[in-house]
C-alpha cells in the first residue's frame, strides 16, 4: 500500500491564485469565464481549510500592477468581489470566519471601500478560519506605506529612529498583528512571488504546482501539505524546527 506522508497542518497558508486566464483559453473561453470558475475553486478552498484546521487563509486576488490589464477585465474582477461579498457573507458568518482585506484602499470607489469595511466588521467577531484577502495589494506598496505611517510618527516625536525594530515595521504593515505565512502556493507554473506578501514571506516554504487555479481541488491541496510535510524549517539554525 502506498505510504502517505502524515499530514502537518500550516498555520498559515498563503495562494497566489493564478492562471484563470489560461484556463479559460484552453477551453476557448473568454478570459472572463476562468475569473467565474477562480471564484469557484476559493470557495472551495475556504470550505477545506476549515475542514483540514488551517487557522489563516490569505488569497491574492487583485495586485497592484493588475491595473495594466484591460480595462473590461479589470471592472469584471471588481464586480466579482462585490458578488462574492453578496452571495457568500451569510455562509461565511455562518462557517465562523472572520475576514479581513489587505491592500491599498486609495483609488478604490467609495462605494467598495464601504463594502470593504462592512464585511471586515459583520465577521470581526467570528473566531474560526481568519480569511484575508489581498487586494489591490502589492508587496512593496505596503512596505512604502508603512515606512510612511512609522516616519510621520518620527517626525511627530512620538518615535525615536533607534527604537524602530522589525516589530514597528512588522505593525505597521496591513497584516499588523497576523502571523507570517508558513507555506505559500503558486498555481499554474508560474515560480515567481509577484509582489506578494514580500515581508511575511521572509521564511515561508514555497510550493508551485501545475494546474491553473480553477483546476485547484482537494487532492491538489493534499498534494501540496504532502509536500510541505516534508520540508525541513530551519530559520537560519541547524536542527529543523517546528514553528
Ligand atoms: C489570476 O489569473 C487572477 C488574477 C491575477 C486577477 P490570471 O488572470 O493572472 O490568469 P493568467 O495568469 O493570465 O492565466
Ligand atoms: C499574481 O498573478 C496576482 C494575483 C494572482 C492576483 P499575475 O498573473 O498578476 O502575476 P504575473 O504578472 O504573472 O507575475
Ligand atoms: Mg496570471
Same mark, same amino acid.
Request: positive net charge; contains cysteine.
Given at each position: 500500500?502506498?505510504?502517505?506522508?502524515?499530514?502537518?497542518?500550516?498555520? *498559515? =497558508?498563503?495562494?497566489?491564485?493564478?492562471?484563470?486566464?489560461?484556463? @479559460?483559453?484552453?477551453?476557448?473561453?473568454?478570459?472572463?469565464?476562468? *475569473?467565474?470558475?477562480?471564484?469557484? /475553486?476559493?470557495?472551495? %478552498?475556504?470550505?477545506?481549510?476549515?475542514?483540514?484546521?488551517? &487557522? *489563516?487563509?490569505?488569497?491574492?486576488?487583485?495586485?497592484?500592477?493588475?491595473?495594466?490589464?484591460?480595462?473590461?477585465?479589470?471592472? +469584471?474582477?471588481?464586480? %466579482?468581489?462585490?458578488?462574492?461579498? /453578496?452571495?457568500?457573507?451569510?455562509?461565511?458568518? !455562518?462557517?465562523?470566519?472572520?475576514?479581513? =482585506?489587505?491592500? $491599498?484602499?486609495?483609488?478604490?470607489?467609495? $462605494?467598495?471601500?464601504?463594502?470593504?469595511?462592512?464585511?471586515?466588521?459583520?465577521? @470581526? $467577531?467570528?473566531?474560526?478560519?481568519?480569511?484575508?484577502?489581498?487586494?489591490?495589494?502589492?508587496?512593496? #506598496?505596503?512596505?512604502?506605506?508603512?515606512?510612511?505611517?512609522?516616519?510621520?510618527?518620527? #517626525?511627530?516625536?512620538?518615535?525615536?529612529?533607534? @527604537?524602530?525594530?522589525?516589530?514597528?515595521? &512588522?505593525? /505597521? %504593515?496591513?497584516?499588523?498583528?497576523?502571523?507570517?505565512?508558513? %507555506? =505559500?502556493?503558486?498555481?499554474?507554473?508560474?515560480? !515567481? =512571488?509577484?509582489?506578494?506578501?514580500?515581508?511575511?514571506? /521572509?521564511?515561508?516554504? +514555497?510550493? +508551485?504546482?501545475?494546474?491553473?487555479?480553477?483546476?485547484?481541488?482537494?487532492? $491538489?491541496?493534499?498534494?501540496?501539505?504532502?509536500?510541505? #510535510?516534508?520540508?525541513?524549517?530551519?530559520?537560519?539554525?541547524?536542527? #529543523?524546527?517546528?514553528?
Amino acid at each position: 500500500m502506498e505510504q502517505r506522508p502524515r499530514l502537518r497542518i500550516p498555520n *498559515h =497558508i498563503g495562494v497566489i491564485m493564478d492562471g484563470n486566464g489560461r484556463w @479559460a483559453k484552453a477551453r476557448g473561453k473568454r478570459r472572463t469565464e476562468g *475569473h467565474i470558475e477562480g471564484v469557484k /475553486a476559493l470557495r472551495n %478552498l475556504v470550505q477545506l481549510c476549515i475542514r483540514y484546521g488551517v &487557522a *489563516h487563509l490569505t488569497v491574492f486576488s487583485f495586485s497592484s500592477e493588475n491595473w495594466t490589464r484591460p480595462k473590461d477585465e479589470i471592472s +469584471f474582477i471588481f464586480n %466579482l468581489l462585490r458578488r462574492f461579498v /453578496a452571495s457568500d457573507l451569510q455562509n461565511l458568518i !455562518r462557517n465562523n470566519v472572520r475576514v479581513r =482585506i489587505i491592500g $491599498s484602499r486609495e483609488g478604490l470607489e467609495p $462605494s467598495l471601500v464601504r463594502l470593504i469595511e462592512d464585511v471586515e466588521a459583520k465577521t @470581526a $467577531s467570528n473566531t474560526g478560519l481568519v480569511l484575508i484577502v489581498a487586494f489591490n495589494y502589492g508587496g512593496k #506598496a505596503e512596505i512604502a506605506d508603512a515606512t510612511r505611517r512609522i516616519a510621520r510618527e518620527v #517626525a511627530a516625536g512620538r518615535l525615536s529612529p533607534e @527604537a524602530i525594530t522589525e516589530d514597528t515595521i &512588522a505593525g /505597521a %504593515l496591513y497584516t499588523a498583528g497576523l502571523p507570517d505565512p508558513d %507555506l =505559500i502556493i503558486r498555481t499554474s507554473g508560474e515560480q !515567481r =512571488i509577484s509582489n506578494f506578501l514580500l515581508w511575511q514571506a /521572509a521564511y515561508s516554504e +514555497f510550493v +508551485f504546482v501545475d494546474e491553473y487555479w480553477p483546476d485547484f481541488d482537494e487532492a $491538489s491541496f493534499v498534494r501540496v501539505l504532502e509536500t510541505f #510535510a516534508l520540508r525541513d524549517r530551519r530559520f537560519g539554525g541547524i536542527e #529543523a524546527k517546528q514553528p
